[in-house]
């Protein structure tokens, strides 16, 4: 059965308790703003300016209608941006588009009607090994630091207008990956 929300709010604690001496800066928000879930959030850095950049929320999601008999959802979300420049959303869309197709775990997107750019994935994860989901979350923690640090400008470039996605994922380090599909734009 998945995880009821005092189970949730216990597993996330146990990864505050851990994260920390990974190097994260960790911190438990318990239903803030009314919303229907606890988060870890976790502070990222941006390993260029070696400062925190952004803020990787945590949550076990709630059980859905049709639930899982022995694992539950668990959520990792970053807000990376909220505003988009006039009429720049059509090109955003276009370059995560391209971007969401080459990334191991995950994807972007934008909420248009609150114009807020994101990172998100969800992971099912069993309730009875905490220590695989434990360390498969960690692993996904680093990874999305990393996509962060690779992507984050590229797209950021795009949604405030001053790249189109051709030009933004020509310029990112890993343009010969998108090179392919830059050709025929």
Same mark, same amino acid.
């Given at each position: 059965?998945?995880? +009821?929300?005092? #189970?949730?709010?216990?597993?996330? $604690?146990?990864?505050? /308790?851990? !994260? *920390?001496?990974?190097?994260?800066?960790? @911190?438990?928000?318990?239903?803030?703003?009314?919303?229907?879930?606890?988060?870890?959030?976790?502070?990222?850095v +941006?390993?260029? #300016?070696?400062e925190?950049?952004? $803020?990787?929320?945590? /949550?076990? !999601? *709630?059980?859905?209608?049709?639930?899982? @008999?022995?694992?539950?959802?668990?959520?990792?979300?970053?807000?990376?941006?909220?505003?988009?420049?006039?009429?720049?959303a059509?090109?955003?869309?276009?370059?995560?588009?391209?971007?969401?197709?080459? !990334? *191991?775990l995950?994807?972007?997107?934008?909420?248009?009607?609150?114009?807020?750019?994101?990172?998100?994935?969800?992971?099912?994860?069993?309730?009875?090994?905490?220590?695989?989901?434990?360390?498969?979350?960690?692993e996904?923690?680093?990874?999305?630091?990393?996509?962060?640090?690779?992507?984050?400008?590229?797209?950021?470039?795009?949604?405030?207008?001053?790249?189109?996605?051709?030009?933004?994922?020509?310029?990112?380090?890993?343009?010969?990956?998108?090179?392919?599909?830059?050709?025929?734009?």
């Amino acid at each position: 059965m998945s995880l +009821d929300r005092n #189970a949730g709010r216990e597993l996330l $604690r146990q990864y505050a /308790a851990r !994260l *920390p001496d990974e190097g994260f800066a960790v @911190e438990l928000v318990f239903g803030a703003g009314g919303t229907p879930y606890d988060a870890l959030v976790v502070d990222l850095v +941006d390993l260029k #300016a070696d400062e925190v950049r952004w $803020r990787l929320e945590i /949550a076990v !999601l *709630p059980p859905f209608e049709v639930g899982l @008999e022995r694992s539950h959802v668990l959520q990792l979300f970053v807000p990376m941006a909220d505003t988009v420049a006039d009429g720049a959303a059509p090109e955003l869309l276009r370059a995560i588009a391209q971007v969401n197709t080459l !990334l *191991p775990l995950g994807g972007f997107g934008l909420i248009e009607q609150r114009a807020l750019l994101y990172y998100k994935c969800n992971q099912v994860m069993p309730d009875d090994e905490r220590e695989v989901s434990y360390r498969s979350t960690l692993e996904s923690v680093h990874l999305i630091q990393g996509m962060l640090n690779t992507l984050a400008d590229t797209l950021l470039a795009v949604a405030e207008g001053r790249r189109s996605a051709r030009d933004a994922l020509a310029e990112n380090p890993f343009a010969a990956v998108y090179d392919r599909s830059l050709r025929k734009g």
